[in-house]
């Protein structure tokens, strides 16, 4: 930074402008630190001057605009190079590429690639990562992988930065033994990882629960001298908590300590959200105390997660009592913070107390999710007020023309998922609303959703009861072609319904299926004209 305040300083000093060449390097300085002002008034010095703009200073132009978020002017001060008869280089498409990806404009940022093969501007390295990188935070694996191989197929070798964008993008997708068979195809190229790829392979294998091999992989990069850093321990820690292993998350928080690794509030929330979900509020509390004692403040995060986990085990005024205190901090609650007191609120009976909660942050911008919505339709229907979940849900359900709620403080797009579709469908067939509910299982199959398997088998159950056996028989069909396969709860409903209906033959096939999954049933179970059937089929096998 003194350089480039020293080299201003003799700017300003000069009774006339230096050159193109230190222009350029002033302007440069000016970007890379992010003062475009000053950027800007020399620009405007060198035109008043009649100093021409090199292709160097348009590179250093586009990459500001970029920087900026401003990929239009970008592409204007390009397409004024066309005009001037300035022909981009590699770095310039190349910034183009990345200032298109950061406004996930894919697609124009694959036509810049295009043009660079028409006119024969040769793509480097930088580019193509750039680009895979782009598709890397879209999760499009496919296209990723295809521009890996064009970039071969020229004769372009990756780099430590390549595969870690393809390890990344394949651990996002829950590809995990894909990516570390890529990890070591690393080592036939002679590059070696680094800390970024360790820690996306990590994440990756704590994703899909396999702390072991996370394990293994954070004993690995010790080994070759890589030391973990904050996002190696918050993966892990993560990782223990998602398992349960809170204790074992602990150890590596103290960990951190002893080998000078700065603990963030990220990783204490991990932990006390780890803490919470055990139900411990007391370690939950304890943890928090001490994240304030070594400096660290509590976040949002951090007290939505308190106040998540005092409704969790039913503690509703502990819960009202830490968003007080989030208040009077001056932070604003977030969704999940409302969520989780709009639930409490409902489950201890207090309907006015969770409506006015949801009107409270409707007022102050916080657009409700999916979540909010299904503790709002349960909350309901478990307080017996069962057209209020109706009347509600045909509300978010019809709000715009799109059939997208959206809240006008802040422009969130929301919309009831099968989650909530499912809350409503359970509850309407509890309180007897068999024809209600089924209207909204259709309408739930018309938007394209997919109920879970206990809405099935609530369904399936109640249309026994009505005796609606063609009913019965569409929703085993439809849930068969949606990819669920019964289990043996499932199996015990169809079975009960069939001894109803006296279908021996139905019944007989889900006993089979039932023994086939290794679940035992009652011979007493089974009517004595049912059991006799059973038994004789099974003779004449």
């Known amino acids: ?26 302007l440069d300085g000016f970007v890379k630190r992010g003062k475009f002002e000053l950027m800007r008034g020399i620009y405007s010095n060198m035109l008043s001057f009649g100093l021409c703009p090199s292709v160097v200073t348009y590179g250093v132009l586009v990459d500001a605009c970029c920087l900026k978020g401003e990929i239009f002017k970008a592409k204007m001060l390009y397409d004024e190079m066309g005009e001037k008869g300035i022909q981009p280089n590699v770095v310039i498409y190349t910034t183009l590429i990345r200032g298109f990806c950061d406004e996930n404009k894919i697609q124009e940022a694959e036509r810049i690639l295009k043009t660079m093969w028409e006119i024969g501007v ?47 993008m394949l651990c996002k997708v829950g590809e995990v033994i ?24 990590i994440d990756g294998c704590c994703n899909s629960y396999d702390i072991s091999s996370a394990l293994e992989m954070y004993s690995e990069m010790e080994k070759h001298g890589i030391s973990p850093d904050v996002v190696t321990y918050g993966t892990l820690i993560k990782g223990h908590c998602n398992l349960g292993e809170v204790d074992e998350a602990e150890r590596l928080l103290l960990k951190m300590d002893k080998t000078g690794v700065i603990v963030n509030s990220v990783v204490y929330n991990q932990l006390i959200d780890g803490y919470c ?69 409902f489950k201890k009976g207090d309907t006015k107390a969770a409506l006015r909660l949801h009107k409270e942050m409707m007022e102050v911008g916080v657009a409700p999710n999916a979540l909010t ?85 609530m369904m399936i159950q109640r249309h026994f009861e009505g005796r609606h056996i063609t009913r019965v028989m569409m929703l085993k069909a439809d849930m068969l072609k949606t990819g669920f396969m019964p289990n043996p709860c499932m199996y ?17 096939k889900c006993y089979e299926e039932l023994k086939d999954l290794g679940v035992v049933c009652s011979e007493t179970s089974l009517m004595p004209s049912l059991q006799d059937h059973v038994n004789s089929s099974a003779l004449s096998t």
């Open 122 to 168: 040769m793509p480097n390295l930088y580019t193509y990562n750039t680009l895979m990188d782009g598709y890397s935070k879209m999760a499009n694996v496919g296209r990723g992988f295809r521009l890996y191989q064009e970039m071969l197929n020229h004769g372009i070798l990756p780099n430590v930065v390549t595969f870690g964008i393809l390890i990344d």
């Open 1 to 26: 930074m003194g350089f480039v305040d020293d080299a201003y300083w003799v700017y300003q000093k000069m009774g006339k402008l230096p050159s193109l060449h230190a222009c350029n390097a002033l």
């Open 178 to 201: 894909a990516a570390r068979n890529l990890f070591a195809c690393m080592v036939k190229f002679g590059v070696g990882p680094n800390l970024f790829v360790y820690n996306c392979l």
């Open 492 to 508: 015990k409903v169809l079975l009960k319904g069939y001894q109803d209906m006296i279908d021996l033959s139905s019944t007989s």
């Open 373 to 457: 919505f299904t503790c709002l339709v349960d909350g309901f229907l478990k307080n017996g007020m069962v057209s209020d979940a109706i009347n509600f849900f045909l509300k978010i359900s019809s709000s715009g023309s799109t059939g997208v709620n959206v809240d006008c403080s802040n422009g969130v797009l929301s919309f009831p998922n099968y989650v909530t579709y499912s809350a409503l469908i359970r509850g309407l067939c509890k309180d007897g609303q068999y024809f209600k509910a089924n209207k909204f299982f259709v309408d739930l199959r018309r938007n394209g959703l997919y109920p879970d398997l206990p809405t099935y088998a």
């Open 277 to 345: 979900k055990d139900r411990n509020m007391e370690k939950a509390l304890a943890l928090c105390s001490e994240m304030i004692e070594k400096g660290v403040q509590p976040d949002v995060v951090t007290f939505s997660i308190l106040i998540d986990g005092f409704g969790k085990v039913g503690n509703v005024e502990a819960a009202m009592g830490v968003y007080t205190e989030m208040v009077i901090k001056g932070l604003k609650p977030d969704v999940v913070a409302y969520t989780a007191l709009i639930d409490g609120q």
